[in-house]
């Protein structure tokens, strides 16, 4: 009704428009029909993704010398299914380079190397594994893959005239903490999702997990959103539709975006399931009501550090 942009097509051209894609968007060069396969959601849904993971009894091998733990079985079945035969066990010096890269992304010092290496006891490896767990850069290597798929950003993501999100780091460590204290998923998500909701009444600067709860939401404001400069309405729409996508791939694994204009053809998602989604997320984005970056910011400055920067502005007054 409203393109071309020079104004609205005639009745009769919109009619013709609506005759052929009913009759199937025939091909005009050779006349051939188009054939628009119908939505099967409830088939969509038995994709594999979504079945919950159900235990499987051990495979049987030919090589039964080589599995040493359970879950050895089921790769040694899938090497002999490829004729794939498995290399030679890793030296000591070997494996200690690639446990101390897979948990804390670095390699392993010349002292670690050195006491693991005159270390004869069964326990060696496991006492090593402990020490990696333990160690902060655990949270930091494994932070990372959490915040990509969260959408971490320092800036508000405008392309033209972008501006900086100073507290998002509070957000990352937060990250790096909950990995570091072996944190619950479900608690995880929950923290991250409605961590203002956990919380009787106002949040307290002085109660530490008050703080942690309040810095957990960070997870929605991640989202491209540059209402701080742009703060039309389509410029909130998109703020909440890109914050829709972040939750939905992260959380739910599903690529819920397109559903904001028809059924999506890939993910067995509605358009009525996708704004029954959106409106779980509301009140937390009202566009009628809508704060801008800057006007999010709650003080949860503790009295004591408050006091501190008092004392110190009135030292260089």
Not at 2 to 11: A, F, I, N, T
Not at 133 to 146: D, K, N, T, V, Y
Not at 165 to 180: F, G, K, M, T
Request: hydrophobic share 40%; charged share 30%.
């Amino acid at each position: 009704e409203r393109m071309p942009p020079k104004g609205k097509l005639p009745d009769a051209v919109i009619a013709d428009f609506s005759q052929w894609i009913e009759r199937g968007a025939a091909d005009p060069r050779d006349g051939a029909a188009t054939t628009l396969a119908a939505i099967d959601l409830e088939k969509g849904r038995t994709f594999w993704s979504f079945v919950p993971p159900k235990s499987h009894p051990r495979p049987n091998v030919r090589d039964d010398a080589w599995p040493v733990r359970e879950l050895d079985w089921f790769v040694r079945a899938a090497h002999e299914q490829k004729g794939v035969r498995p290399v030679r066990p890793a030296t000591k010096p070997q494996w200690l380079r690639r446990v101390s890269f897979d948990l804390i992304g670095l390699p392993p010092t010349g002292e670690d190397l050195a006491a693991f290496l005159v270390d004869d006891s069964p326990r060696a490896w496991e006492r090593v594994v402990d020490r990696l767990l333990a160690s902060q850069h655990f949270g930091e290597r494994w932070a990372r893959h959490w915040l990509d798929v969260a959408g971490y950003s320092e800036t508000d993501g405008n392309p033209t005239k972008d501006t900086d999100r100073q507290h998002a780091w509070r957000y990352r460590d937060y990250v790096i903490e909950s990995l570091n204290r072996d944190k619950p998923y479900d608690q995880f998500i929950l923290e991250q999702l409605a961590g203002d909701e956990c919380i009787d009444g106002d949040p307290n600067p002085e109660n530490d997990r008050h703080v942690e709860l309040m810095t957990a939401t960070g997870f929605l404001r991640m989202a491209p959103d540059i209402t701080a400069t742009n703060n039309g309405l389509l410029d909130r729409n998109q703020a909440v539709a890109d914050m829709i996508k972040v939750v939905g791939s992260s959380v739910l694994g599903l690529s819920v975006g397109c559903a904001q204009c028809h059924d999506h053809r890939y993910d067995p998602i509605t358009i009525e399931d996708y704004y029954r989604y959106r409106a779980i997320f509301d009140t937390a984005f009202p566009l009628a009501a809508w704060q801008q970056p800057d006007q999010r910011l709650i003080d949860l400055t503790p009295a004591a550090d408050r006091a501190a920067a008092e004392k110190i502005e009135a030292e260089a007054v």
